[in-house]
């Protein structure tokens, strides 16, 4: 029998990013973050507690101040809220350290604020996890990150000491304590679906052809590679749309129809992780 995690997880973008990172004051696609917020969020709330699936949230802040009610019921239902800046903003090493750690410490406070608890779980709404970023979760606690991918299906831990040698072979730095769990685009909504004009991003996929990829990445995983977490990234503003939320209910039937499949989130997955693979001192 299989032995599989299976992680939804969503990045609670809501306008953060269009103001944030777009830099837009289009009204019109600030409004597409206001759906994600008022409609697509509490859509996919109902069909997580119909299907008694546990889910991973990443927030930023500026989801939580701008629409406390819903981050507080994603929170109540007993699902995982995890740091995703505060404005959709990424790590840089433009930015002075203090500045850096202070957008970390403001977020962590808006997660405490609304779930009681610091988030153990990072996702990358932009930029790179440099070393100075890796060290400052490492700093404040964080138990994993979820913005690469050097394995699809399986969990491993991050380093800091890679030499990237051109004259001679790669260095792998030391592995430190923050786990990796995966997070790969072919596993993310916005691609498929998140049209932006001018952008070149045709987006609008069928959702038929895309459960497709999804459901042949869960099956390779099942039936060729036995064990393993997949992680399925989703934003409430895309797949909150009623075609996909149809195509997601009719992904999580097939995944349930399988034997040794389990629903969960991705602070459980990589606290199991450590535990079985503990560190050298
Ligand atoms: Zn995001």
New binding site residues.
């Given amino acids: 029998m299989a032995n599989i995690k299976v992680c939804l997880s969503f990045?609670?973008?809501a306008v953060?990013?269009w103001v944030g990172p777009r830099g837009t004051r289009s009204p019109n696609l600030i409004s597409r973050g206001e759906f994600g917020a008022k409609v697509g969020a509490g859509r996919m709330l109902r069909l997580l507690a119909d299907e008694a699936i546990p889910s991973t949230w990443?927030v930023?802040g500026h989801t939580i101040d701008t629409f406390p009610e819903i981050c507080r019921e994603i929170a109540d239902a007993g699902h995982e809220v995890g740091y995703?800046?505060y404005c959709?903003e990424g790590p840089t090493s433009k930015r002075p350290l203090d500045e850096e750690r202070s957008i970390l410490l403001r977020s962590i406070e808006c997660i405490e604020r609304i779930s009681g608890r610091a988030p153990v779980g990072h996702?990358l709404?932009?930029g790179n996890l440099g070393e100075r970023w890796t060290r400052l979760l490492l700093e404040h606690g964080f138990s994993y990150d979820s913005s690469m991918a050097p394995h699809d299906f399986a969990t491993t831990y991050h380093r800091l000491g890679d030499v990237p040698r051109t004259d001679a072979a790669y260095e792998f730095g030391r592995e430190v304590d923050l786990v990796i769990l995966p997070f790969d685009w072919n596993m993310d909504d916005a691609p498929y679906f998140s049209y932006e004009p001018g952008s070149g991003r045709p987006g609008l996929r069928s959702p038929d052809e895309v459960r497709q990829i999804w459901q042949d990445e869960f099956d390779y995983l099942v039936g060729r590679v036995g064990e393993g977490v997949y992680v399925l990234t989703m934003?409430p503003q895309t797949t909150g749309k009623g075609s996909r939320m149809l195509m997601l209910e009719r992904l999580i039937a097939h995944m349930k129809s399988v034997d040794g499949i389990e629903f969960t989130t991705l602070a459980a997955v990589a606290e199991e992780f450590r535990v079985a693979n503990p560190l050298p001192d």
């Fill in positions: 990045d609670f973008d953060s990013i990443f930023p995703h800046g959709h996702r709404p932009g934003h």
